[in-house]
């Protein structure tokens, strides 16, 4: 089994939908994290969380909200979906290395999902 | 500013020839990590490689190696002898020490294509 699950691998919604998307890991990691993948852009950083009460905004938080409701899950909510939100999104997980600066710590990804919005 | 280019959008190789794909970053924390990920046609992100800024060896991994050159600002991943398999592509990521640790930064990737 995976160790990092996101559901739906493919979605279709409407202009004006709420969709969400939901990760799952069976890796025991603290941190949770949602990106998205536009062609030629890389993947850019949507929210992040570092446990359970702690979430944080990335670079292009707008118009998408999460929720953490236990250590292995962390959904990414699209209020409102417009088609500029059409994209690869990913959830990655990683873990705290010992008191370290965390510099090495390793993002593990899910497989992705797919998001058409028409 | 770019923080991770990565200037060749596509490369070829033969099989069983090496290839080494570029990455400069641009930083002035003392403390980063840069890592490499692959992405197949099917889409998952696979983690192949990591390099910390006070390595003072280069990275290996099986057939990955990583060419870190510091003064330059420059991590460019090696594969030997390639494998038709290995086309993907490729992004170089790097983690800086600051607010926000644990944030990647992508750079636009690079498709390699094996040729038998």
């Known amino acids: 089994d995976a160790d990092v699950t996101q559901t739906p691998r493919n979605r279709i919604t409407k202009t004006g939908k709420r969709i969400m998307l939901e990760c799952s890991q069976t890796k025991g990691h603290d941190r949770m994290y949602w990106y998205r993948q536009d062609p030629g852009l890389g993947l850019r950083l949507i929210y992040y969380s570092f446990d359970v009460k702690d979430i944080n905004k990335g670079e292009i938080s707008d118009g998408y909200s999460v929720s953490r409701q236990a250590q292995a899950k962390f959904s990414l909510s699209l209020e409102s979906a417009i088609p500029n939100q059409t994209a690869l999104y990913f959830c990655a997980t990683s873990e705290i290395q010992g008191a370290g600066s965390g510099i090495g710590e390793t993002q593990y990804f899910g497989p992705g999902t797919r998001l058409l919005v028409l | 500013a770019q923080k991770i280019t990565q200037t060749q959008p596509g490369m070829f190789v033969q099989e069983k020839e090496a290839v080494t794909l570029d990455c400069t970053y641009d930083t002035s924390d003392p403390s980063y990590g840069l890592f490499w990920y692959k992405q197949p046609s099917s889409g998952e992100m696979i983690f192949l490689i990591y390099q910390g800024s006070y390595d003072q060896q280069n990275a290996t991994e099986g057939r990955y190696s990583l060419n870190f050159q510091k003064a330059r600002k420059s991590a460019n991943l090696v594969i030997s002898a390639s494998q038709l398999g290995d086309s993907a592509m490729y992004f170089c990521?790097?983690?800086?020490?600051?607010?926000?640790?644990?944030?990647?930064?992508f750079g636009q990737g690079t498709e390699l294509s094996v040729k038998p």
């Open positions: 990521a790097m983690r800086e020490l600051g607010i926000q640790v644990g944030k990647l930064i």
